[in-house]
């Protein structure tokens, strides 16, 4: 019987159909996509802090709003995550408490730090530019709220990376100290936007299945290649060299060939021992145990409009 409803299944995903939350699905399609879901979703909010970290010292007001609003975005974008989450049948809470007690994985690149103001440019025009080569073939994942939930955030990640790119084409036209600025931090961000697309193909124990399932539409090494590709050209008008000098055209494949990734480092940093992993888990706990009243007070609120609507109705 199950064989039959997961060719029924499968035949529905090569037919490009959504999958739905009240659909069948096998158990291990709705736990690979609370997995990705989930880390996504934990990403977005812990992406908010090393962004955050710069919305006091933005050099003007017109950069501070566009940070300020960036910010919020990524906190929409978590926001409609852990609802996608939600449709699968899990709780809300339960994934809040798998991240703030540091089981849960979310982007590596997030456990590095931002200490320039340049940072929040490579922030924007790497770590956005990478999340959109990752993210717009989700909008055509095989499970439809995920799929929806990404044309939105999509849309947004856009103008992040846009924001982005214009702080540093300003610095690559300033003084040679913004100059400096602007090579010191992409120097700094580059690799670990590289290693963002998680591991090469023969080390992802999950890219396979999801590939089949039409979770994933490309590869890690294919959206990372894209990346690259697309990055060597945009650095070329930022006037700023990539840090890494294996990059060169190779004719025949058609793309950039790039250097070797240092997986040591992203597994350590996946691991939790990069540069901010315990202050990033330090800053969710807090703010997680600081919003206690934030949350009595919206379920108080609920549980009293619920009462005074089931008194209307008796
Ligand atoms: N950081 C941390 N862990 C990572 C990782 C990374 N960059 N890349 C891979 N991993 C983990 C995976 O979670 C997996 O561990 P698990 O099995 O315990 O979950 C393991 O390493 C093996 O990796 P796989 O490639 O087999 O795993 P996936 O098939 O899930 O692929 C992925 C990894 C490409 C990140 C995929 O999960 C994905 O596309 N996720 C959705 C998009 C996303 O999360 N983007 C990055 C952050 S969001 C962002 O940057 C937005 C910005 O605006 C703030």
Redesign the pocket.
């Known amino acids: 019987m199950e064989k039959n409803l997961e060719e029924i299944f499968q035949a529905k995903i090569d037919r490009e159909e959504k999958i739905e939350p009240k659909d069948w699905m096998p158990d291990a399609y709705r736990k690979t996509l609370v997995?990705?879901i989930s880390?996504?979703a934990h990403?977005?909010i812990i992406?908010m802090l090393p962004e955050g970290n710069w919305i006091t010292r933005a050099p003007t007001l017109r950069r501070k709003v566009a940070l300020m609003a960036k910010v919020q975005d990524?906190a929409g974008?978590g926001l409609y995550l852990y609802s996608a989450a939600e449709t699968l049948g899990v709780d809300r809470v339960e994934l809040f408490e798998q991240l703030n007690s540091g089981k849960a994985?979310?982007?590596?690149?997030f456990n590095y730090p931002t200490l320039s103001w340049a940072d929040i440019g490579s922030v924007g025009w790497l770590?956005?530019g990478?999340?959109i080569m990752?993210?717009v073939p989700?909008c055509r994942c095989s499970y439809g709220p995920y799929a929806r939930a990404m044309v939105r955030v999509c849309k947004e990640?856009s103008f992040?990376q846009r924001q982005g790119f214009e702080i540093l084409l300003n610095l690559s036209k300033g003084s040679q100290a913004q100059k400096d600025m602007l090579q010191e931090s992409v120097n700094r961000w580059w690799w670990p936007a590289m290693?963002?697309?998680?591991?090469a193909d023969g080390d992802?124990?999950?890219?396979q299945q999801?590939m089949k399932w039409k979770i994933?539409r490309f590869t890690?090494d294919d959206l990372r290649q894209k990346f690259v590709d697309v990055a060597y050209e945009q650095a070329k008008v930022l006037n700023v060299t990539l840090p890494d000098p294996d990059i060169k055209w190779n004719e025949e494949r058609g793309h950039y060939d790039y250097g070797v990734i240092n997986w040591d480092e992203f597994w350590n940093v996946?691991k939790g021992n990069g540069p901010c992993n315990k202050e990033r888990l330090a800053a969710r706990n807090k703010a997680w145990d600081e919003g206690q009243w934030v949350r009595e007070a919206a379920l108080a609120h609920a549980e009293k409009r619920a009462n005074r609507k089931s008194k209307k109705v008796a």
């Open positions: 997995r990705q880390q996504h990403s977005e992406g990524e974008h994985k979310y982007s590596s690149i770590v956005d990478a999340a990752n993210q989700l990640e992040h290693m963002m697309f998680g591991p992802s124990p999950n890219t999801s994933k890690n996946v």
